[in-house]
């Protein structure tokens, strides 16, 4: 029994808990097993809290025992390391926070912390959640477990290849212009970024902050759409935290998709999308359309300047984010400082990798006397044209659909050289953080041996629907069965 | 390229960065690389378009100015690189 706990989802391992089969205890010691023989080659955790886990672990079964089991009880959980965690190391995968030890936990790990679950360890990602691909880390890339020498995306990869690779059911990440959605459609995974505001930001080391959302990596909808029960809802530590009251997202799972509205956006079907993944989500969409759903095209005119959209905004939020690491009050310190300016350059020059200098670089130019209405004014402009053209299409659709990546995974190293071919894999996803909506991928398919993503955007708080359509979808097909060799 | 050397310098400045000599060539091609990609937004026609600053237009909440937070300060500075006596140590800044 214990051999294959590994390999059940949330849910399964729920069920099992609730009727003794084996304890939470059982299931970290199996799974901290896996990450013991696996994280070597996948490289997908910054910290292991073994140690920790296994404390939890006897007192939520000690909670079980004594009828004090709370939702997500003795379940496991992996936190990307953006995720401040009291008393545990949090890096942001970045030089510049290699030794910072959180002094608190952010709103999402203690809800669920106080929801019963175990949390095995934090998991890598690209520098401050700066990248596509997982190389931009401090502490190196993250391997697909589907193909060690492809990218598993990024930013949130690591949590990404530890769904895959079956050292952890699930995993929180976050999503500013696709961290999540990429990342699951590259590792066969599901991932899910709620609307912006429904899960509260507090303790999630910011990137830019009108953009930024936490979400989770799971191996079905059904734990997705469990976990965002427990993260969801109003904080007044977040300022744009949105108070709503939250559903019961799996039990809105099973209705039928007859009569609902599923949009295609032309665009995202023309050359730039591999022909292979076209083939993969034109069969999902036809199963979509099999299970009731009526098909409509819709146009989204503005949705092409998306990418360079939030290449000014993103970067003029992240240069504002990031002027908080001065070497001063916590993080790396450069040796030698001449002055205080001189400590300010050197701290930052040395505790910041490439990639994330260069946003802030270009962040600070689009922000800067001259430049800022040519650049961050217009652009803010345009997100409002870009989120116009959605507000109108949910006019006419419930969700919107098609490939969460205009590839599979690529070979680590394929497109570091150029930073646009880069920010171009996030083309299909960044449109919903622009306009702030829901988002998910679902597995739909392989190409060449790698996992193909759909897409599916929700309207604004319209996550029901969205999972119950991922759901029914999944119902249909067993591609979240799927398991990378060596790995079952 | 749309920056030169000079230009990538003055931003790395304002943006209290300090970068290493072989890493300003490379800054400044990448740079340049990213300027005229987002360069492409000025052929959208935006006369009368409000600026978006938050996904729902909304304003920020506000909320009573009171103490919410204990004092935690010794927690808080155990991450700090250098303090003496509760205080943050910096270079001397006035001669």
Known sequence: MSQDLHLQTLTQLAVGLGNGTFSSVDITEALLDRIESHNGALNAFITVTAEQALADAQRADAARASGNAGPLNGLPIVHKDIFCTRDVLTTCASRMLENFVSPYDATVVRRMAEAGAVMLGKSNMDEFAMGSSNETSYFGPVMNPWNLECSPGGSSGGSAAAVAARLTPAATGTDTGGSIRQPAALTGTVGLKPTYGRVSRYGMIAFASSLDQAGVITRSTTDAAMLLGVMAGFDERDSTSINQPVPDYVAGLDKSLKGLRVGIVRQHFDAGLDENCGVAVKEALALLEAQGAILTEVDLPNLELSVPTYYVVAPAECSSNLSRFDGVRFGHRAKDAEDLFDLYCRSRGEGFGAEVKRRIMTGTYVLSAGYYDAYYLKAQQVRQLIADDFRKAFADVDVIAGSTAPTPAFKLGAKTDDPITMYLSDIYTIGANLAGLPGISVPCGLVDGLPVGLHLVGAHFGEETLLNCAHQYEQATDWNDACPEGYQ | ?95
């Open chain 2, 1 to 95: 390229m749309s920056l030169d050397k000079n230009q990538v310098q003055h931003i790395a400045t304002l943006a209290r960065l300090r970068l290493a000599e072989g890493e300003s060539a490379e800054t400044v091609e990448k740079l340049s690389r990213i300027v005229d990609f987002v360069d492409q937004l000025s052929q959208a026609a935006t006369d009368d378009v409000v600026p978006m600053a938050h996904p729902f237009n909304e304003t920020q909440r506000l909320r009573a100015d009171e103490v919410t937070e204990t004092d935690d300060r010794d927690h808080f500075q155990e991450n700090a690189p250098a303090v003496s006596d509760g205080l943050y140590l910096v270079p001397k800044v006035i001669e």
